[in-house]
């Protein structure tokens, strides 16, 4: 009654006036939501065991939430109090952001590992260069199933959600254009037999990629609810430990074997294909600052590398001349320097041979920028028959989420603001037509 005594008491300019007023304020609201998917399928499963490499979860007052879902396209959903991951179900391809960013609006980030390549270290560097590839298949050529699920301690709680592609046969169906820029041609024939060198051929559907149709592969991903401890250890011992934050860090176990070697001194590099910006806001710039030995070079996706792989030095922080456990490189935001994320990979890799001894190899690294994302290929030694495991992850840091809210979206306050505004108008409206 009082609001309609003072709409009575004033003229209409005035209280439209206010209402906007009002409207404005409440634009200022912070929107802040998850983003929900729908319900679970057959794939998703839980498991009563521990992970299969060798991590122990620490004794952490500091637990964090978890829960995985799908959508009914197969999309897959890791969500956090800190951290929310997309999993595409066609590849392995994941995308995240921070819980508190709807839908990632403002930070977006994405991982996707899209090739696998046998090279010829011709130079001896250790690392891959395009000119030195003897054979590739891009990811996208094989089937991929998609598994998720929560493995639960002996209280039945859950310690961990995991998220597995596993490599199935030919799909028939790629994008065979994306690599063609920077991918050695065939010979002038165009054609080979299948021990031939397997190269992108001029713009003309000349591949044949049967050959790794008996390779394994598999990511396995790993979200545990506090921080947990793992290692590399081999028949020689202990080699190198790592921890893995809590609800903010997505470990991701590459798992290839039967691998169809052409050479027995020739190397395997798979690439991890990076976007530093994926947010719906034209506002979001972010860049890659990669954390080397000699400076932190800074790198943007927008450019276009003239050098089609630069070696990424290791770091060795405490110059005891040997490499740091943990390579990282960074994404920062363009603006403020404040670092998001960082994507992590261990320096060593685990090689298991056909008669079971288990040797820990080292990993190297090269990159370059396509004009649209990041290229880093990480680099295996030949593992002749056997297998090999390796752990790279990416994470993002508590601190470095945006402020501000999400941009184009509006939240359940923002939303009730306007009705009460909307509601003052109408009153308004009343008021002066019974006047």
């Known amino acids: 009654m009082v609001l309609v005594n003072y709409i009575m008491k004033h003229n209409v300019s005035k209280v439209l006036l206010l209402a906007l007023m009002f409207l404005l304020l409440a634009s200022f609201s912070p929107a802040i939501a998850f983003s929900n998917s729908q319900s679970d399928d057959a794939t998703t499963g839980t498991k009563h065991a521990q992970s299969d490499d060798n991590s122990t979860i620490t004794d952490d007052d500091d637990e ?54 046998e090279f010829e270290d011709s130079n001896g560097d250790g690392v891959f260069q395009a000119n030195e590839t003897i054979a590739f298949a891009p990811l996208d ?39 063609e820029d920077w991918m050695p041609e065939l010979g002038d024939d165009g054609e080979g037999d299948d021990n031939s060198t397997l190269l992108a051929s001029d713009g003309e559907s000349n591949y044949n990629f049967t050959r790794f149709s008996e390779m394994t592969l598999r990511f396995y991903g790993h979200i545990y609810t506090t921080d947990t401890e793992g290692n590399v250890t081999d028949d020689f011992g202990f080699q190198s430990n790592y921890t893995v934050a809590g609800g903010s860090e997505l470990k991701v176990d590459i798992e290839i074997g039967n691998f169809p070697f052409l050479s027995n001194t020739s190397k ?132 470095g989420a945006p402020t501000g809210g999400a941009s184009g979206i509006l939240g359940l306050e923002t939303i009730a603001l306007i009705g009460v505004a909307a509601a003052i108008i109408v009153v308004a409206g009343l008021a002066i037509k019974r006047r």
């Open 64 to 117: 964090h939430e978890l829960d995985e879902h799908r959508d009914d396209d197969g999309t897959a959903w890791i969500e956090t109090d800190i951290m929310t991951v997309t999993l595409s179900p066609e590849m392995p391809t994941y995308q995240y952001w921070y819980a508190t960013d709807n839908n990632g609006s403002l930070a977006r980030f994405m991982i996707s590992y899209r090739m696998i390549v």
């Open 268 to 399: 395997v590099a798979v690439l991890n294909y990076m976007r530093e910006d994926v947010a719906s806001t034209d506002d979001s710039d972010h860049f890659f600052r990669l954390h080397e030995d000699d400076s932190d070079d800074e790198v943007e996706s927008e450019d276009i590398s003239d050098d089609h792989g630069t070696m990424f030095e290791d770091k060795d922080d405490d110059h005891d001349g040997e490499d740091d456990s943990i390579q990282q490189l960074s994404i920062v935001d363009d603006a403020t320097n404040t670092t998001r994320g960082l994507y992590t990979w261990l320096d060593r890799a685990l090689i298991t041979y056909l008669n079971s001894t288990q040797v820990a190899v080292d990993v190297g690294a090269s990159y370059w920028t396509d004009g649209n994302g990041l290229l880093l290929f990480l680099v295996y030694p030949n593992f002749d028959g056997g297998s090999i495991l390796h752990d790279p992850s990416m994470k993002l840091l508590e601190d």
């Open 141 to 179: 050529a094989f089937e991929w199933s998609l598994q998720t699920g929560t493995i639960t301690d002996s209280l039945d709680q859950v310690v961990e959600v995991f998220a597995s592609y596993t490599k199935g046969g030919l799909s028939g169906e790629w994008e065979d254009d994306w690599f």
